[in-house]
């Protein structure tokens, strides 16, 4: 079976910092996804883990942990276009996608 | 390029009709696509997965016979919501893996369609 935990609500500063947690428990995982979607827009990709260890890209960077089934994504210098929800996902072997519930994340002036 | 395009964006359809909603891959061929449904402030949740020249693979839950996938081609999904009902009424979004992509397990989305049924 699959499950996604994360949180559902974050508020932060722009040009602040924010990390949203996610643990995962998935059968035959295979890496972790993490989406932006804005409403009503389809998720856009921000980054794939499938080894321990951090992956920086730009702002963003992504943790994943597969001992402890954990996960983060790391928003620096925040924008206002920051916000937006951000979906966790878990790949298992069969290439399907687990989405967590997204967090919503809201960037304050 | 792995563009993935639906049509159409947006559908608004009365009760008990039937629509059609398209996924294609436009600059590769895609043997496996995804079909989703994502209802206001949820996740996407996987409905089915569809394959070229196969039955779909349907998820726990949902109907087979009321969404009716094909997968004709390597570039080009259909599912069909037969006898819509507004509880059906949602956000459709389909993906599609790149075989060939480095990253064997990366899915490209769609921008999704708008299905309101009256």
Redo the contacts between chains.
């Keep these: 079976g699959q499950n996604i935990d994360q949180p559902t609500e974050m508020t932060a500063t722009e040009g602040a910092i924010v990390q949203i947690n996610c643990t995962y428990q998935t059968s035959g995982f295979n890496g972790l996804f993490w989406y932006q979607q804005h409403a009503g827009e389809a998720p856009t990709f921000l980054s794939y883990n499938v080894l321990d260890g951090l992956e920086e890209k730009g702002r963003f960077s992504s943790f994943l942990s597969r001992s402890k089934g954990y996960s983060y994504l790391l928003l620096k210098e925040l924008q206002m276009k920051d916000s937006a929800s951000y979906l966790c996902a878990a790949v298992a072997g069969d290439y399907k996608l687990s989405f967590g519930a997204g967090t919503t994340v809201t960037v304050r002036a | 390029g792995a563009v993935v395009s639906q049509h159409p964006s947006w559908v608004i359809c009365k009760s008990g009709t039937s629509v059609k909603i398209e996924c294609r891959s436009l600059d590769f061929q895609a043997t496996?696509m995804?079909w989703y449904r994502q209802f206001p402030k949820?996740?996407?949740?996987?409905m089915a997965?569809s394959n070229e020249g196969s039955k779909a693979t349907y998820e726990q839950g949902v109907e087979k016979d009321k969404f009716l996938i094909n997968h004709a081609s390597l570039t080009l999904s259909t599912l069909t919501v037969t006898s819509a009902h507004p509880e059906d009424s949602s956000?459709y979004?389909c993906?599609a893996?790149n075989p060939t992509s480095g990253?064997?397990?990366?899915?490209?989305?769609?921008?999704?369609t708008?299905l309101t049924v009256l």
């Design positions: 496996t995804f949820q996740s996407l949740m996987l997965t956000f979004i993906s893996r990253d064997y397990n990366e899915q490209f989305f769609g921008p999704g708008r």
